[in-house]
């Protein structure tokens, strides 16, 4: 297959990174396979982009909505017709199974026409006020929007950002994952085709340098960004107090089993949320609590399904996990593996990195489930990102809530059971932005409000979808009229 030049966007033209310096994307399943090579920018990269969107942001704003609308449409449309090529270039660019990036594929551009609509329903308020006079808000476009975006759903995450921003009217600098360049590239032609006026939006390929440059750049009035917690942190520092920031970042997602669930459907569920994106989901589950004498044949059931994952190429035909998406992360989850066995929890299945038939060229690792994980542990505390699942003992359903909550994030929460009280209590109590009753961690309805608690987001009008989203991407006057007697 053949490898992309890829460009940034800036001022309505695909252009080189200013230093002429570009990185490499090469296809995790197959180190010899290059995806291709992309501008390496810089500070200097963003300031021209910055520059440019917010000279090209006001024809956007005053574009009218319904056209607004259409372009997002249009774009929809766009990337829908090319639905299987995106796939199979999801896969090769970034590890997920076809049947996974199809998922993708298929969810972005009903992102993108949920965002259209969006685009014709901003509205203001009004107010009473005495005599004659009328009081209204008005909602506008905030500008320039900075979008940071991680590689673990290289389309649907940014389609997330850039269509309600767009939807908006304003600006956008989009600065994806220096994993997921070509897919980011992708989004920006259907957005272009579709008639988005060129200096409306500037992609800027890179890793940390243009991402730091791009939040803490004045010009850029709303920073939405998700990826990690450390990141996030930086991300949230440079913007400084006075500008808003979107952050969605980080989980450790636990399961809690009761005694009366339904085991084999637990394991199910379980493993579903644990091994489904190779584990680089979110809200991956990453804890399993179990309530007493539940643990033994819960784990022993996860354990059996995590052997049954077949491990390959996304794109071979019977392959459900695929590899992970870079070497740090595959370094990531074998010393993770290794300090799991040196704290003294028992490695039960997997955790090995795979090789033989081509394997070596990738960064391919079997799912590991640890038993006897206690909560002190660094595999119960720190997001491992990867095909890494343990297993914590509880003795009665306060000690399951309060392990499921000894941790500093909050994105996903679970729980198994038949008993509705149970789960309900569960719902109430839990320190999460999202709770599963008898569902994986894993998969958020499109239309449904998404965003975590405690170190997993800062809640900033939550994103995806609900009545709060697009208060991100708008700022509100209150307008005073009167007539003149
Ligand atoms: P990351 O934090 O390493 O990178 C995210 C983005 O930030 C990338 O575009 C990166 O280049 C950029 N970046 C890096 N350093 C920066 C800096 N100092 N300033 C500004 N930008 C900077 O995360 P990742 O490895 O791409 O993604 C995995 C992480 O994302 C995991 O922690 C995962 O939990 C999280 N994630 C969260 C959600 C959510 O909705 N909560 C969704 C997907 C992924």
Redesign the pocket.
């Given at each position: 297959m053949s490898a992309h030049e890829g460009r940034n966007l800036i001022g309505g033209r695909w252009v080189p990174a200013l230093s002429g310096e570009t990185f490499t994307r090469r296809n995790p399943a197959d180190v010899d396979d290059v995806v291709g090579a992309f501008p390496d920018s810089s500070a200097a990269d963003v300031d021209a982009a910055v520059a440019a969107v917010a000279g090209g942001a006001a024809e956007w704003a005053a574009t009218p909505a319904e056209t607004r609308a259409r372009v997002l449409e249009k774009a929809a449309d766009l990337l829908e017709a090319r639905a299987a090529e995106l796939a199979a270039e999801i896969v090769r660019e970034e590890g997920k199974t076809l049947a996974e990036a199809s998922v993708e594929t298929r969810r972005t551009p009903m992102n993108l026409r949920f965002h259209a609509a969006e685009a014709v329903r901003m509205s203001g308020q009004t107010y009473a006020a005495p005599g004659s006079a009328l009081v209204y808000t008005w909602r506008e476009p905030v500008g320039v929007v900075g979008a940071?975006?991680?590689?673990?759903?290289p389309l649907n995450?940014p389609s997330r950002k850039l269509g309600p921003a767009l939807a908006a009217g304003n600006g956008v600098v989009f600065?994806?994952?220096?994993?997921t360049p070509l897919t980011a590239q992708r989004l920006v032609e259907a957005l272009l085709a579709a008639g988005l006026p060129a200096r409306a939006l500037a992609l800027v390929h890179?890793?940390?340098e243009p991402?730091?440059a791009?939040?803490g750049d004045p010009r850029v009035g709303a920073v939405t960004?998700?990826?990690?917690?450390?990141?996030?942190r930086?991300?949230h520092a440079?913007a400084g107090p006075s500008r808003r920031v979107q952050l969605?970042?980080?989980?450790k997602n636990p399961v809690v089993v009761l005694p009366d669930a339904d085991l084999d459907r637990a394991a199910q569920i379980i493993a579903t949320g644990a091994f489904g994106l190779s584990g680089q989901?979110?809200t991956g589950t990453s804890r399993v609590i179990a309530l007493g004498e539940v643990y033994e044949p819960l784990l022993e059931r996860v354990a059996k399904l995590a052997g049954k994952r077949t491990v390959g190429d996304g794109r071979a035909p019977g392959v459900d996990m695929g590899p992970l998406a870079a070497d740090f992360q595959l370094a990531k989850v074998l010393d993770h593996v290794r300090i799991g066995q040196e704290e003294g929890a028992e490695l039960v299945t997997g955790g090995r990195r795979l090789t033989g038939d081509g394997l070596e060229r990738g960064f391919f690792v079997s799912p590991a489930v640890f038993a006897g994980v206690r909560p002190d542990m660094r595999l119960a505390r720190e997001?491992i990102?990867g095909p890494v699942l343990a297993f914590q003992r509880a003795a009665d359903f306060e000690e399951a809530l309060a392990l499921a909550d000894a941790t500093e994030y909050g994105?996903a929460s679970g729980i198994v059971t038949r008993d509705l009280g149970r789960a309900l209590d569960f719902a109430r109590r839990s320190r999460t932005g999202l709770v599963k009753v008898n569902q994986p961690t894993t998969g958020m309805a499109m239309n449904v409000p998404?965003g975590?608690l405690k170190e997993?987001?800062t809640q900033t009008f939550k994103e995806q979808a609900g009545p709060t989203m697009m208060l991100f991407y708008t700022q509100e006057k209150s307008v005073y009229l009167s007539a003149l007697e």
């Open positions: 940071i975006t991680p590689w673990n759903f995450i600065k994806p994952s220096p994993l890179g890793g940390p991402g730091a791009l939040a960004f998700t990826g990690s917690t450390a990141t996030g930086a991300v440079a969605e970042m980080g989980g989901a979110c997001e990102f994105l998404f975590g997993s987001g």
